[in-house]
C-alpha cells in the first residue's frame, strides 16, 4: 500500500496540480483554439466543464469528501473565468454591458460564497475572497464609470471575511481578504482621479478606516480557541500588525495628497489612530484575559504617537527639539509594555526607537546653537536634555530590572548562527548547542542604554554650557551615577559613570590647563565630586556593591583618583604660572597636595593614592626644574631641597604600605625624582669646576642610601649619575679655565666612588646574593682606571713625568688585585702598563733630555720588574714550590 510521501504526493499536490493545468486548457481553449466556433458555443461548452467538476465533485463527496471539496474548487473557478470571459475576453464575448458582466462576476461570488458557507469548504472559501478581489479590481481598472464605485465592494469582502472568521473560524481567509483589500484600495486610490476636495479626502479615508475597523474589530471577537489555540500568537501578530501598518501607511500617503485640505495635520492623523490603537489594546486587557495582543496594539500606538511628535516637532534645524524627550520616554514605555507581555518585538521595537532617538538627539545637539544662560530657550533646553538622558538612563535600569528569561520564548524559527546571536543578547530563554556564554548575565542592552544616555549628556553640554563651564556638570553627573548605581545595584550605570569621569577627566584637564577658560570655583567643584566618586566606591570605606564592581575594580580606583590628582595638580600648576612658566611656589602645591594624597593612603585605596602622590610629586619636580634659574629667590632653594626630601620620604613611606599591598615600582621613580633635582640644583648652585666633585658626594649619598635600606634603584641611580658625571668631566677637562686642584678633586672623587662600587660589588657576589652584579664590578675597575689615566694626562703632565705616572698608576692597580682578589685591577693595571710603553716610547722623538728618558724607560724598568716577581711567586704558589716548577720542562 502506498503510504508516506506517495500518499501526500498522491492525495494533495496532484489534485491541484490537474486544477492547473485544467484553467490553463480552459484559457487556452475559449481564447484561441476555437475561433472557428461563436462566442456562445466558447462560453456554453466552458460552463460544461464547470458542471462537469461540480458533478463529479457531488458524486464522489460521499467517499472521497477532501477530493471533492478540490472538484468544487475547481468548478468555481472555472464558472468565474468563464463569466469574466463572457465579457473581458474577445473570442467569447456575449456581453456587451460592463456592468452587466461585473454584476454576474459578482453574482458568481456571492454564490459561491453561499456554497462555501454551506458546504463549510475553507477551499472555496480562499477562491472566494480571492476571486471577489479580483473582481473589485477588474471594476476598478475597466468599470469606466463604475470605477469610482468598485470601492465599496471591498468593503462587501471585507464584511464576508469577516463573517468567515466569526461564523466558520477561518482565520487564514481574513488573512488573505486583509491583503486584497489594501491592495484594492491602493490601485482604487491611483485610478480614480481626485478632485482634492475635503469630500474625497473623508471618502477615501472613511473607506480604509472601515477596513481596518471590520479586521480589528473581528479578530478581538474571534472565539477563544482560535486566539489561544488554533493560531499563534505571533501570527495575530503580524496578522495585526500588517493591519495596522497597511492602513498607516495608505492613511498617511493620502493626508499627504490632500495637503491642500490637511495642510499641517500630518500629527493629528495619527495621533487620531494612536489613541485608537490604545484603545483596542486596552480592550485586550480588560476583556480578553489578557491577551497578549494588547502589548502588540500599545506598541503600535506608542510608535504611531511618536511618529506623529515627529511630525509636529521634528524640526532639528531650529530652536526645536521636542522629539529627543518623546522619543526616550516613549522607549521606556515600550520597555514595560514588553515587560509585561513578553514579546520580543517590542523590546527589539524599543531598541530601534532609543537608536533613532539617539541620533536624532545627537544631529540636533551639533545642530542647534549655544543657549544664553537664564534665557526661555535655554530652560526649554534643559527639560529636553534632562528628560532625554533620563529616558535613557530609566530604560537601563528598566531593562536590568526584568527578568527576562521568563519573558523570552525558548527558541525561534532562525538559523543556527542568528539563533546564537539571539541567546547572547538575550531574546530567548534556552542556550543553543554550541553557543557561547553570555557576558554580564545576558543583558547588554541596559549598558548600550546607560552609555547612550551618558554620550547624549556629553552632546547637550555644548548648547547648555559656555566653554570652561563644562566639565563641572559632567563630574556632578558622574557622582550622580556613582550613587544611583550603588543605590540600584546597577553594573550599567556605574560604568556609564566610569565613561563620564574620563570624559571629565579630559574636558576638564582641557578647561583648565589648555583653554584657561574655566574658573578656579569650579575646577576645585569639578574636581571635589570625581573625589567623592572615588571615595563612595572605595572598598576600604563600604562592601563591595554590584553596581559599583567597576569603580570597585582596581583599575576604576586608580582612574578616579589619578583624575582627582590630575585636575587639582592642572589647577596648582595655572594658578601658579608666571610668564608661560610654573613657579616654585607650583612645585611647592603640589609637593604638598602628593603629601595630602599619601596621607590619605591610611583611610582609602592604598595603591591608587600611592600612585597619585607618586604622580603629584613627580609633577613638582618637573614643575621646579622647568621654572627656570631663580637662585635670586630664598624659595626656588628651600623648595628644591624640599621637593627631595620628600620624595625620599615617600619612597620610605610607600616601602612600607608595600609590605600591605603592591604599589609597583612607585618608590623608585620618587628616587629618581629626588636624584634629578639635586643634580640639576648642583649644576646651578656650584662652583664649576668643582660640581662633578658635588655630584661624587650626591652619588655617595644615594649609594648609601641604597645600602641602608636596601633599594637596588638608589644604587642604580647612583651608578648612572657617576657615569655620566665622569663622561661630562673628561669632557670638561679640556675647558682652560679649569684649575687643576678641581680636576684633582673632581677625579680622585669619582675614582673613589667607583673603588667603592667595585668592592660593594664584590661582596655581594662573593656571599651569592645577587649574581647580576657580575657584569658590573667587572667593568668598575676600568672606570677608576680610566680616571686615573686622564687625570695625569690634563693635569697636564708631559714626558717622563706623565709616563713615570703612569707606570706607578698600573704598578697601583696590579698590586691591589692582590687584596681584592680582583683580576680584572691586574687587567686594567696590563692595560695602563702597555699605555705607558707606548708613551715612552713617542718620547724618545720628543724633545725631552736624555735624564728624562732615561729616568722615564727606568722607572717602567724597575715597575716591571717588580710586577714580573710577582707573577713568578704567583707561578710557584700554583705548581706547589721550586721542586714543581724545575720538574716542569
Not at 191 to 216: H, K, Q
Not at 564 to 573: D, E, I
Amino acid at each position: 500500500m502506498p503510504s508516506g510521501w506517495e500518499m501526500s504526493l498522491g492525495t494533495y499536490l496532484l489534485p491541484r496540480i490537474a486544477l492547473v493545468l485544467g484553467a490553463i486548457a480552459a484559457v487556452y481553449f475559449l481564447g484561441t483554439a476555437m475561433e472557428r466556433w461563436g462566442p456562445h458555443t466558447r462560453v456554453a461548452i466552458g460552463y460544461a466543464v464547470c458542471l462537469g467538476f461540480l458533478g463529479t465533485g457531488w458524486w464522489l463527496e460521499g467517499r472521497y469528501p477532501l477530493y471533492a471539496r478540490i472538484l468544487y474548487s475547481g468548478g468555481l473557478a472555472m464558472s468565474y473565468f468563464v463569466t469574466f470571459a463572457a465579457h473581458f475576453i474577445e473570442y467569447a464575448r456575449i456581453i456587451e454591458s460592463i456592468a452587466l458582466g461585473l454584476a454576474l462576476l459578482a453574482v458568481v461570488v456571492v454564490f459561491w460564497a453561499f456554497v462555501a458557507h454551506i458546504r463549510r469548504s475553507i477551499t472555496v472559501a480562499y477562491l472566494v475572497t480571492f476571486l471577489g478581489h479580483l473582481t473589485v479590481m477588474l471594476a476598478t481598472i475597466r468599470g469606466e464609470h463604475l470605477a469610482p464605485y468598485s470601492i465599496a465592494g471591498i468593503v462587501v469582502l471585507a464584511l464576508g471575511n469577516a463573517y468567515f472568521l466569526l461564523r466558520h473560524r477561518w482565520y487564514y481567509v481574513a488573512v488573505l481578504g486583509l491583503a486584497g483589500c489594501y491592495a484594492n484600495h491602493v490601485v482604487w486610490a491611483l485610478t480614480v482621479e481626485s478632485r482634492g476636495l475635503a469630500r474625497d479626502f473623508w471618502i477615501s479615508t472613511g473607506f480604509l478606516a472601515s477596513y481596518f475597523a471590520i479586521y480589528a474589530v473581528t479578530e478581538f471577537f474571534t472565539p477563544e480557541a482560535v486566539r489561544r489555540k488554533a493560531v499563534p500568537t505571533w501570527f495575530r501578530t503580524l496578522f495585526l500588525t500588517a493591519n495596522s501598518a497597511a492602513f498607516f501607511a495608505i492613511g498617511s500617503a493620502t493626508v499627504y495628497h490632500f495637503e491642500n485640505y490637511s495642510r499641517g495635520h500630518q500629527d493629528i492623523f495619527s495621533f487620531c489612530f494612536a489613541l485608537a490603537l490604545t484603545l483596542l489594546g486596552l480592550a485586550y486587557l480588560r476583556w480578553r484575559e489578557r491577551d497578549p495582543l494588547f502589548n502588540a496594539y500599545l506598541a503600535k500606538a506608542v510608535t504611531v504617537a511618536t511618529l506623529g511628535l515627529a511630525a509636529r516637532y521634528g524640526s532639528a534645524g531650529g530652536e526645536h527639539a521636542e522629539l529627543s524627550p518623546w522619543l526616550a520616554v516613549e522607549t521606556v514605555a515600550l520597555l514595560y509594555s514588553a515587560r509585561r507581555s513578553g514579546l520580543v518585538v517590542t523590546r527589539v521595537l524599543a531598541f530601534f526607537v532609543a537608536l533613532v532617538a539617539f541620533f536624532y538627539t545627537a544631529f540636533v545637539t551639533f545642530a542647534l546653537p549655544a543657549a544664553a544662560y537664564g534665557s526661555d530657550l535655554y530652560w526649554r533646553f534643559v527639560v529636553q536634555s534632562l528628560l532625554t538622558v533620563a529616558g535613557f538612563l530609566v530604560a537601563s535600569v528598566l531593562y536590568q530590572r526584568t527578568d527576562w528569561s521568563i519573558r523570552s520564548p525558548r527558541t525561534l524559527p532562525v538559523a543556527q548562527e542568528t539563533l546564537g546571536l539571539f541567546w547572547q543578547l538575550d531574546l530567548i530563554s534556552e542556550r543553543p548547542p554550541g553557543a557561547m556564554p553570555r557576558p554580564y548575565g545576558g543583558l547588554q542592552f541596559p549598558f548600550i542604554y546607560a552609555i547612550g544616555g551618558a554620550v547624549l549628556y556629553v552632546t547637550w553640554l555644548r548648547v547648555l554650557f559656555a566653554d570652561g563651564d563644562r566639565s563641572l556638570p559632567l563630574a556632578v553627573l558622574t557622582f550622580a551615577l556613582t550613587l544611583t548605581a550603588a543605590w540600584l545595584a546597577s553594573r550599567p550605570l556605574g560604568l556609564a559613570a566610569m565613561i563620564l569621569s574620563v570624559t571629565t577627566l579630559a574636558l576638564g584637564t582641557y578647561e583648565i590647563s589648555a583653554e584657561r577658560t574655566a574658573p578656579a570655583w569650579l575646577a576645585m567643584m569639578a574636581t571635589a565630586f570625581i573625589f567623592s566618586s572615588a571615595v563612595r566606591s572605595d572598598r576600604r570605606l563600604v562592601q563591595t556593591n554590584e553596581g559599583l564592581v567597576f569603580h570597585q575594580h582596581d583599575v576604576g580606583a586608580y582612574l578616579l583618583y589619578a583624575a582627582t590628582g590630575l585636575l587639582g595638580g592642572c589647577l596648582l600648576v595655572r594658578e601658579f604660572t608666571v610668564a608661560g612658566a610654573p613657579t616654585a611656589h607650583a612645585a611647592a602645591a603640589l609637593a604638598g597636595a602628593a603629601c595630602i594624597a599619601a596621607a590619605l593612603t591610611q583611610l582609602l585605596h592604598r595603591g591608587a593614592l600611592t600612585w597619585t602622590a607618586t604622580g603629584l610629586l613627580l609633577w613638582a619636580s618637573w614643575a621646579w626644574l622647568i621654572g627656570g634659574d631663580l637662585r635670586t629667590q630664598y624659595t626656588w632653594h628651600f623648595v628644591a631641597f624640599a621637593v627631595a626630601i620628600i620624595a625620599l620620604s615617600l619612597d620610605r613611606y610607600v616601602a612600607r604600605l608595600r609590605l600591605q599591598q603592591e604599589v609597583g615600582p612607585a618608590g623608585s621613580l620618587l628616587i629618581v625624582a629626588a636624584a634629578i633635582v639635586l643634580a640639576r640644583y648642583i649644576d646651578l648652585v656650584a662652583a664649576p669646576g668643582y660640581r662633578f666633585a658635588w655630584f661624587a658626594l650626591l652619588a655617595f649619598g644615594f649609594l648609601g642610601y641604597g645600602l641602608v635600606y636596601r633599594e637596588i634603584i638608589a644604587g642604580a641611580v647612583a651608578i648612572i649619575g657617576a657615569a655620566c658625571a665622569s663622561v661630562w668631566l673628561v669632557d670638561y677637562s679640556y675647558t682652560p679655565s679649569l684649575a687643576w686642584q678641581a680636576l684633582v678633586a673632581d677625579s680622585l672623587l669619582l675614582t673613589a666612588f667607583w673603588l667603592t662600587c667595585e668592592r660593594i660589588a664584590a661582596r655581594w657576589r662573593s656571599d651569592g646574593s645577587n649574581a647580576a652584579v657580575l657584569p658590573l664590578r667587572d667593568l668598575l675597575p676600568y672606570a677608576a682606571a680610566a680616571l686615573l689615566v686622564h687625570l695625569p694626562w690634563r693635569v697636564p703632565l708631559e714626558g717622563a713625568y706623565l709616563t713615570s705616572s703612569w707606570t706607578v698608576l698600573a704598578f697601583l692597580l696590579v698590586a691591589i688585585s692582590l687584596p681584592f682578589r680582583q683580576d680584572h685591577y691586574r687587567y686594567a693595571g696590563l692595560a695602563v702598563f702597555a699605555l705607558a710603553i707606548g708613551r715612552a716610547f713617542v718620547d724618545i722623538n720628543s724633545a725631552l733630555s736624555g735624564f728624562n728618558k732615561s729616568a722615564a724607560f727606568a722607572v717602567l724598568c724597575f715597575v716591571l720588574l717588580v710586577v714580573a716577581y710577582g707573577y713568578h711567586r704567583a707561578m710557584l704558589h700554583i705548581t706547589g714550590g721550586p721542586h714543581g716548577l724545575a720538574g716542569q720542562k
